[in-house]
């Protein structure tokens, strides 16, 4: 990261904390609910099948820019099927970075030819051991290893989202963040019960147990993006929520943290990392705040 990215966000945070702000600093535009997979666990691909229009993805981009928002995501769906007129998702990214966003990360299943150097990281989505990551998503692990073998950069950060099929490979994500050419690290999440998708959620005791043996990797250097400080908040969700300075954004509309907002109930089960850790960053909590800013330093 960029020592003036840096001193933004530093005064953007100690504004929010003294003042009480809820400004938001990150946003994720949704590209398209479109996917070529359909896992088990993900409950918003293909429902309404729609690319968003370039235009208005380039207004949303513009609109959030001015809003103050410098760290984006582009997500879905599938974000690598996203296209209109001759436009792909790199251009997005490439008008991103022109527009002064500081940080454009994109997220993806990997079963596409990955060229996204302009990226920060390339968010990867691999779900277990060979066996397990098929069986949540489909016969796409070869694909995926193949696909980050041949990447044009090695700006790729596994993502991981834990649940009851995968709860016991973390250290085999772990072992191909480390290992791979163009692996930069790993980010775990932990499942989000979304409606029909409870059996795959952890107790806090299981959730304790998978922190236990990330904070394991982590002592014996293994790449990792998460904040060790948040995971005891994560594990008895018992940070704010929702996180007021992240946003999502569909179709012109803006949600407050994710989409799931609107689900009730949901945001006590939360099981994504991201929303710990900029709750509790933005909360003042301090032994977050070094954690964020050692970690942001060592891997973007
Ligand atoms: C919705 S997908 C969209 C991007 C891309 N299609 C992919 O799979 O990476 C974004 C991320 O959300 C994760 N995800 C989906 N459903 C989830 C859930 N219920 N709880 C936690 N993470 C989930 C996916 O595993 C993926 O890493
Ligand atoms: S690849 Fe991503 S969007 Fe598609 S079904 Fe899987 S998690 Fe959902
Ligand atoms: S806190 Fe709520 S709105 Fe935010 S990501 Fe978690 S479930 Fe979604």
Redesign the pocket.
């Known amino acids: 990261m960029k020592i003036r990215s840096l001193i933004q966000f530093s005064l953007f945070g100690l504004s929010t904390i003294i003042f009480k702000r809820r400004k938001p600093i990150l946003a994720t535009i949704i590209l398209t609910d479109k996917c070529n997979l359909t896992c088990k666990h993900c409950s918003v691909n293909n429902i309404t099948g729609k690319m968003y229009a370039y235009q208005s993805i380039h207004q949303e981009m513009s609109d959030l820019y001015n809003q103050g928002i410098r760290i984006l995501f582009f997500c879905g769906g599938e974000t690598f099927l996203w296209e209109d007129n001759g436009k792909t998702i790199k251009n997005l990214v490439q008008e991103a970075k022109s527009i002064g966003f500081l940080i454009v990360n994109v997220v993806t299943n990997g079963t596409f030819p990955l060229d996204m150097p302009e990226a920060d990281l390339i968010l990867l989505s691999l779900d277990g051991t060979p066996e397990n990551h098929n069986l949540i998503r489909g016969n796409t692990y070869d694909t995926i290893l193949n696909n980050i073998d041949h990447a044009t950069s090695d700006n790729i950060c596994l993502y991981m989202a834990i649940n009851q099929l995968n709860k016991h490979d973390i250290q085999s994500v772990s072992d191909v963040a480390k290992n791979t050419k163009n692996i930069r690290a790993v980010s775990f999440n932990f499942h989000?019960p979304y409606p029909n998708t409870e059996n795959l959620m952890l107790s806090p005791t299981e959730k304790e147990s998978c922190c236990t043996t990330i904070g394991n990797l982590m002592k014996q250097g293994y790449p990792i993006f998460n904040l060790k400080t948040a995971f005891k908040y994560i594990i008895n969700n018992s940070f704010k929520?929702?996180?007021y300075q992240c946003i999502v954004v569909e179709d012109g509309k803006q949600y407050t943290?994710?989409r799931?907002?609107e689900i009730e109930g949901?945001?006590e089960k939360?099981g994504?990392f991201f929303?710990a850790e900029y709750a509790l960053v933005f909360d003042g909590n301090i032994a977050v705040i070094i954690d964020m800013l050692k970690t942001y330093l060592r891997y973007i």
């Open positions: 989000t929520t929702p996180c943290c994710g799931c907002i949901l945001c939360c994504y929303a």
